[in-house]
């Protein structure tokens, strides 16, 4: 006996042309009927939950199948599958079509090759299922529009979701992604991760979905944006920060990739942000809000701000007077703080201006990519264990490491042209 609940759609021509369509929906469980011998002229994503069965494909060979898993079921491929006659699955399954499936392959989010993929966890494909499901409610006028995003959603969930991914594809990325700008080469980067050139290709295909120099170039061109867009550094120094020691060459990188040239889209995105910018994501339970000058606050620092203030016997409005000397008291500490951190600058400073001196006495370049981005990834770490946002430390030696190059390249200059160099203020 089995439970079974179906839609199918039927998009029109506007639909098609979003990239993928949604042609139907389907939940159901129990020892449900063998499904084929039969060919498609679509793809469908069958995912398992729970229970078992087997698979039959073009081959004929009969593979067992066991939940958590995804069954693609692929254009122009018979195929013949069933759940065991005694036990059934739980089955969720969505046909879709469209033009972008061919993109989806090709980045092996989509995998005719492997028929039966085992899942690490059905929950978030079946979560994303259930919304389309919802969405087929009768009288809904954005079906089809919902249903076709909820596709491209689909297909990223199955992606995340499959087993043989799970294991270790995430640390080489995230490694792959921390040194980045670091000027290495793909073999590089293997040879740091104790790996062949092909087997880190291998393990960027399969968690990615690209080569190792697509991943690597994505985030470099990502962060160079950043650069370009809350910096005022010359082009010149964020094709250094980014792994570049050519500039002409980033720049013609960045024009075929962006399809803007760095000072366009500067020019185009740049803006000056009081308060700086920020990495942290906003908290999703706490979005800024704008809110009127007259109406309480109630975010959370606001709401800190207002317990500071009392209807004491000093009149309304006026601060406690404990909580004006404990106010106090951490002011002093914070003053005392910054007042180190001047001093430590100013020290550092001092030692490093000779740098500066000793690279334009010698010729050697103002800007040193290589220290540069074993500085930032050293402050990142320090930073971590120090519970300090490592965004912030980076931007804040980044600061840093713009002003020495500056007066490194002036140091340089005024050396060269038998000038004698005014002090800078920083160095590395």
Known sequence: MYRTWMRFFSPGPAHHRLGLVCLGVGLQHGALPTVGPRTLDH???????????????????????????????????????????????????????????AA????????PDRPVTPLADASGPRTVIARIARAARPGNPLLQAETAAAVHELLVALRRARADLAQGGDQVLTALARDACT?????????????????????????????????????RLGRAKELLATTELPVAAVARRVGYDD?????????????????????????????????????????????????????PAQRIGLALMTTSNTGPGAIDPEVRQELERLRDSIDNIDAAVVHMLAERFKATQQVGRLKAQHQL??????????????????????????????????????????????????????QPAHDAPAGH
């Not at 995804?70 to 013949?80: A, C, E, F, Y």
């Not at 069933?82 to 969505?94: I, K, L, M």
């Not at 320090?382 to 190059?405: G, R, S, Y």
Request: charged share 25%; hydrophobic share 35%.
């Open 183 to 219: 000027p290495m080469s793909v073999a590089d980067h293997a040879a740091r991760h104790g790996m062949t050139t092909a087997e880190l290709r291998g393990a960027v295909r399969r968690a990615a979905g690209c080569s190792p120099k697509d991943y690597l170039l994505g985030i």
């Open 247 to 299: 500039p002409a060459y980033f720049s013609r990188l960045f024009t075929r990739r962006v399809g803007l040239a760095p000072v366009r889209f500067r020019a185009q995105q740049g803006r000056t942000v009081p308060g700086g910018w920020s990495d942290r994501v906003p908290d999703p339970g706490d979005p800024p809000l704008i809110q009127s000058s007259d109406t309480p606050s109630t975010r």
């Open 365 to 418: 370049p103002p800007a040193d990519p290589s220290r540069e981005a074993r500085q930032i990834a050293r402050l990142r770490v320090l930073a971590e264990n120090a519970k300090l946002d490592p965004a912030f430390a980076e931007k804040f030696l980044n600061f840093i490491i713009a002003e020495v190059i500056r007066h490194h390249e002036r140091i340089a200059e005024s050396t060269h042209n038998g």
């Open 43 to 101: 793809h469908v994503a069958v995912v398992i939950s729970s229970g078992g069965g087997w698979y039959r494909g073009a081959d004929g060979r009969r593979t067992t199948v066991t939940a958590p898993a995804l069954l693609w079921l692929t254009p122009g491929v018979p195929h013949h599958y069933a759940p065991d006659a005694d036990t059934g699955w739980d089955e969720g399954f969505v046909d879709f079509a469209g033009p972008a499936t």
């Open 104 to 111: 989806y392959r090709e980045l092996g989010y989509i995998d």
